[in-house]
């Protein structure tokens, strides 16, 4: 089985939002690799711990570290900037790891553009393509299944909109092959309801959070990573980007 850990950054809304951008990020992990990622993770802490002075009971919240530290304030800002390159580094080491990436770019939408909605079914659509196909590295199982790990966010409307893929999920056609129109491919390999975890008690949700806060600065970094090329870390990530998703894109981000 296949675990897709799920964390967004920016607004999904359109009508006066402060962000351009949203981005919805998906840090896939095999079953069979979940423990020995979770003690890497663990390791990762303890050193943070030791080098830093960050609790392992401390969320490590991505954007919280730059702008809104609350205690994290005892630690100098350079540090926190240098555990978020150290968390990447981290991270892209996790060879049989994949981060699914969404972009929205909310200019020119039309009103009634459902940013949420929109983001979230690509995310889920590649998710399952990819494990029908057999796509994603490391181990695998004969009949591999997915389940989806999110940190809260709009929960029953995210709860209905899987429910509803798995009996309609019409797929636009490549027309030169199928012609104009639709097919309809319900899900398959996901199963169960979204499970929805609080961040603060997961490292894997701080993981994918930090992939998403990192592709968000990458194309509006505000002024601290601006200045110290923190819009740059993304490309760190490189080695565990999942470049299926979308194969026109140099590092597989699905843009809408």
Known sequence: MY???VDETGDSGTANSPTRYFVLSGLVIHELRWRAYLDDLIDFRKQMRQRYDLRLREEFHSAAMISKPGD???IARHNRLAMIRHFADRLAAMEDASVINVLVDKRNKPPDYDVF???WRALIQRFENTIRYHNFPGPRNTDDKGLLLC?????KKLQALL???RRFNPIPNQTATYGSGHRDIPLRAIIEDPNFRDSAHS??????????????QRYAPNAYMKAHGGQNYFTRLKPILC????P???DGIVRL
Not at 151 to 155: K, L, R
Not at 203 to 215: H, K, M, N, P, R
């Open 3 to 5: 675990l897709l850990y």
């Open 72 to 74: 994290l304030v005892r």
């Open 117 to 119: 909605q929109m983001a």
């Open 151 to 155: 940190d809260h966010t709009e929960d």
């Open 163 to 165: 429910r509803q893929m």
């Open 203 to 216: 490292y894997f949700i701080q993981a994918v959070d930090l992939a998403s806060f990192l592709l968000y």
């Open 243 to 246: 470049l299926c998703a979308s």
């Open 248 to 250: 026109r894109d140099p």
